[in-house]
């Protein structure tokens, strides 16, 4: 049960694109597409903006995309904006009622 | 709307015991898988614990496996966390989440338990 690689940090600016990997095993990001991605603020409860690897829940904005790859995951955040500044976890089913999160990533918009 | 609250947390020596509540709204509780997950400060995120809609499959991460016991009361829209023989490591913001399919659809704003002499 070994945390998905998160890069520590990304940043961009205003109206740019980052993107932000997950990358896991064959046992998790690989083996499942039921990959999820989480929007932290700080002192806040993590929300949902990803799910099933490419699904966004109504609300989300479609400036944030989702994709996999084998064994990696990505979040993608176009058209960047100050509020989109927070912390992501990837998160992946692993099987047997199992979950495994990401270290996290902390996006800066310059 | 949905509501999950969270309650319980606080501060406790090394070997000691805490119960987690996290109380539902705005949904039907009984039909839904519930989790824990916790966040130790300025940490990411690990999941704890799952519990089926009915209460009758339950699994927990290795790190609490045999130490923590998830439960829930449908009659009461509640979910439970025992945690026994706590540690320094199990310091942490728990949060309750509600599971749809295979993501946590709605979190709570979670509760701090301590562990510290």
């Known amino acids: 049960q070994s945390a998905l690689t998160q890069p520590r940090s990304v940043s961009g600016s205003p109206g740019q694109s980052v993107t932000i990997s997950c990358t896991g095993t064959s046992s998790d990001v690989g083996g499942y597409n039921y990959v999820s991605w989480y929007q932290q603020h700080p002192g806040k409860a993590p929300k949902l903006m990803i799910y099933d690897v490419s699904k966004r829940p109504s609300g989300v904005p479609d400036r944030f995309s989702g994709s996999k790859s084998g064994n990696t995951a990505s979040l993608t955040i176009s058209g960047l904006q100050a509020e989109d500044e927070a912390d992501y976890y990837c998160c992946s089913y692993a099987g047997s009622y199992f979950w495994v999160f990401g270290g996290g990533t902390k996006l800066t918009v310059l | 709307q949905v509501q999950l609250v969270e309650s319980g947390g606080g501060l406790v020596k090394p070997g000691g015991s805490l119960r987690l509540s996290c109380a539902a709204s705005g949904f039907t509780f009984s039909d839904y898988y519930m989790s824990w997950i916790r966040q130790a400060p300025g940490k990411g995120l690990e999941w704890v614990s799952y519990?089926?809609?009915?209460?009758?499959?339950?699994y927990y991460a290795d790190s609490v496996k045999g130490r923590f016991t998830i439960s829930r009361d449908n009659a009461k829209n509640s979910l439970y966390l025992q945690m026994n023989s706590l540690r320094a490591e199990d310091t942490a913001v728990y949060y309750c989440?509600?599971?749809?399919?295979?993501?946590?659809?709605?979190w709570g704003q979670g509760t701090l338990v301590t562990v510290s002499s």
């Open positions: 989440a509600r599971l749809l399919g295979s993501k946590f659809d709605y």
């Open positions: 519990i089926s809609s009915s209460g009758s499959t339950i």
